[in-house]
């Protein structure tokens, strides 16, 4: 692997939180499925194509990728070996043969020059130790013209349900842990719009569009609070907190699930051959 220039997130997701997504991964796939079409739609993928799926996690959006470049192929990157390990074994399990993974941190990874079509993420973007860099590494693994396309959250505020709620959940429970902490700070480095077009300097067409969304928090409030507490292993919750969590819930409860309303940006652009690092 090439020098991972964010140390901090290289521990947040090889340590006890990476572990849990890859424990998880398909619960937390579900969680956010709901940004497929709309990144799928951005990223315009041919048939042809060559992908490159940045912060790929378990793999869900490159096996797509895979499917939707039935002629070329889709590359997975990913700082987290945890959850590579269950992207390659989910990927062989679908049979899906045009998928590969690397383990490695993509702002300083070394890819092929122009060696892309399209560069993609589902909420990988974020985690980044300098994201003009990143951005600019990224460009130079595109073709010229070659796309991209990612989404990432929005300001968090009590406008929408899923930041409502989990702001009670903190009130209520007691501070997180570093790793916690860390993955959330970065989570929203890029909720500024702003910012997202201060760090693609150089980039063209650069587009940056709301999408709603409804992320699936579990079957109904106990199981959608048992699964937002095994986060924190050996946290122990008293019957009357976890009683107020799962209220906390309820009001987003259907017959099916716990859904809360979301918003995140759909950012597309395309690379501009003329950018230097």
Not at 35 to 56: K, Q, S
Not at 158 to 181: C, I, Q, Y
Not at 241 to 247: F, K, W, Y
Request: glycine share 10%; charged share 20%; with cysteine.
């Amino acid at each position: 692997m090439t020098r991972i220039a964010n140390s901090v997130q290289a521990q947040v997701w090889n340590g006890p939180l990476g572990g849990h997504w890859a424990t998880h991964h398909a619960r937390y796939d579900a969680l956010v499925s709901g940004l497929d079409d709309a990144l799928f739609a951005g990223a315009a993928i041919a048939a042809g194509d060559r992908v490159l799926d940045v912060g790929c996690g378990a793999g869900a959006t490159t096996r797509t990728a895979g499917r939707l470049a039935a002629h070329g192929h889709a590359v997975g990157v990913d700082i987290s070996a945890p959850l590579l390990d269950r992207a390659r074994a989910a990927t062989a399990a679908a049979g899906v043969t045009n998928v590969a993974y690397e383990l490695g941190d993509a702002q300083t990874h070394r890819f092929p020059a122009a060696g892309y079509d399209v560069v993609i993420s589902r909420g990988g973007v974020m985690f980044f130790a300098d994201h003009a860099a990143a951005f600019r590494n990224l460009g130079r693994a595109l073709r010229p013209g070659g796309r991209l396309a990612f989404v990432c959250p929005q300001p968090a505020g009590p406008h929408l349900e899923e930041s409502r709620a989990l702001s009670l959940f903190a009130k209520l429970l007691d501070a997180p842990d570093a790793h916690t902490v860390a993955a959330q700070t970065a989570m929203a480095s890029l909720s500024d719009p702003a910012r997202i077009r201060e760090v693609l300097a150089g980039w063209e067409k650069v587009s940056v569009t709301s999408v709603g969304t409804e992320a699936v928090w579990g079957r109904d409030a106990a199981d959608a609070v048992g699964f937002i507490l095994s986060r924190t292993p050996g946290r122990v919750v008293d019957p009357v907190t976890r009683e107020a969590l799962e209220d906390t819930l309820r009001p987003y409860t259907t017959d099916r699930s716990v859904r809360l309303r979301a918003a995140v940006w759909l950012v597309t652009a395309e690379w501009s051959p003329g950018v230097r690092p």
